[in-house]
């Protein structure tokens, strides 16, 4: 907690070759508290990079309503009997599908459907039945049907315990009977996958030690839907969320000067007139052109003499100048972080590579942007009568934007900033 106000780290994660520097910086700013939660959000554009992401973050914190299967976990037992217990947010549909190892039948257990009034027990054939990814066999054998209204609720969580033994199954939500129905011959030693669906997206608190890392499955991808979907999430629940700090990074931040971390968070929190603030980042435009002006970086790195506007259009698309720039960064970090002054004040568009916005802001944000960098930095503060900063003695490293990378060794750029992090000593696992 900083200031007893919990600190959150969010960032749309998507590709797996970007995120080890990040991951190693992040975990390390949880063993130091300077972070208390990392949500990681799943909007990978590969089949690759998905399951990349869930089996580095296992903890799933959400699930959002697209009737497809995500690993949970597995049964608990002694082999004669076992259970599994989850605690659940969601109005309706929440399923949980069981898959025994010894390679049986799978089978749905479906809480809360027809509108939070039913719960149902399906058999379902074993082959390719609840794959990650997979949609459910809806056309299932039904084996169990009650009426269960109100066994769910989307603003109140329920604790779930699902228990194998004797041949049944059996479902208690917050210690009531659910479901209770023999199958003979269910191997209690399952695995357990949970789905969302017909829109009754699922938060999940997983049973056991807390985990400062957690998944979030978004619905599409970057391409696909966008990111009105993180937005919307934390919006409608500003009220639980009012006194958090979130800071919001691109999943290729490969520098944290986690030394300087606290200073921008007390920067942060002690300036709640602005609506967002950066912090200082190599390869990002304005800060560039303003660690120029304070000499962090040799001007003939890239020649120029114009308004920053242009500036900041060409520094975005030159590769040349951005491998330059990281090079001098890695060799000697200090000068970034010595601007004349602490904030530098702004008010048009920045790229929001690193960014902080408050609790107390999130009913600002619920919108299905479409362009979440330009609403953030500009429309939404000026709509206020608000302004942005950047926090400029705190360093952190963007790797690249997408016109650069046809330009940029990025393995080479890669290596540069590993080798640093263990300079840093960070570790690197």
Request: proline residues 5%; charged residues 25%; negative net charge.
């Amino acid at each position: 907690m900083f200031g007893g106000r919990k600190v959150i780290l969010t960032t749309f994660a998507g590709r797996r070759d970007r995120m080890r520097l990040l991951a190693a910086y992040a975990r390390e700013a949880i063993r130091r508290g300077l972070i208390d939660e990392w949500h990681v959000w799943n909007f990978a554009r590969t089949e690759e990079d998905r399951l990349w992401l869930r089996q580095t973050f296992p903890v799933v914190a959400r699930i959002p309503g697209n009737h497809r299967y995500v690993r949970l976990g597995e049964m608990q037992g002694d082999g004669a009997a076992s259970s599994f217990r989850v605690s659940v947010r969601c109005g309706h549909d929440f399923v949980l599908g069981l898959r025994p190892r010894d390679g049986g039948d799978c089978y749905e257990i479906v809480l809360g459907g027809w509108g939070n009034l039913r719960s149902v027990i399906r058999r379902l054939p074993a082959e390719n039945a609840l794959r990650i990814d997979s949609l459910p066999w809806l056309e299932g054998e039904l084996l169990h049907d009650a009426e269960t209204p109100g066994v769910l609720a989307s603003a109140a969580w329920r604790e779930v315990h699902l228990q194998i033994g004797a041949d049944t199954v059996r479902v208690d939500v917050d210690g009531h009977a659910a479901l209770r129905f023999a199958i003979p011959g269910l191997s209690p030693e399952c695995d357990v996958f949970g789905l969302s669906g017909w829109g009754g997206h699922a938060e999940l608190r997983m049973h056991g030690p807390p985990v400062a890392i957690k998944r979030f499955e978004a619905e599409g991808s970057y391409a696909v839907s966008g990111f009105g979907e993180f937005y919307h999430y934390y919006a409608d629940r500003a009220p639980e969320y009012a006194t958090a700090i979130f800071v919001k990074c691109d999943d290729d931040i490969v520098y944290i000067d986690l030394d300087r971390f606290d200073r921008f968070l007390e920067f942060r929190f002690g300036r709640p007139d602005y609506f967002v603030v950066s912090a200082n980042v190599v390869n990002n435009g304005v800060c560039a052109f303003h660690q120029r002006s304070y000499g962090a970086y040799p001007r003939e790195l890239m020649e120029f003499d114009g308004p920053i506007t242009d500036f900041i259009m060409r520094q975005w698309a030159d590769a040349e100048f951005t491998s330059a720039l990281h090079e001098t960064f890695v060799r000697d970090p200090g000068p970034f972080s010595r601007a004349p002054v602490d904030r530098v004040e702004w008010s048009e568009r920045i790229s929001i590579n690193f960014i902080s916005f408050l609790g107390l802001d999130l009913d600002h944000i619920g919108v299905n942007h479409d362009d979440d960098e330009r609403h953030l930095s500009v429309t939404i503060p000026r709509r206020l009568g608000r302004r942005n900063a950047f926090f400029m003695p705190f360093n952190v490293a963007h790797l690249s934007f997408f016109p650069q990378e046809a330009g940029l060794d990025l393995g080479r750029v890669l290596g540069l900033y590993e080798g640093l992090a263990q300079a840093r000593g960070i570790p690197l696992g």
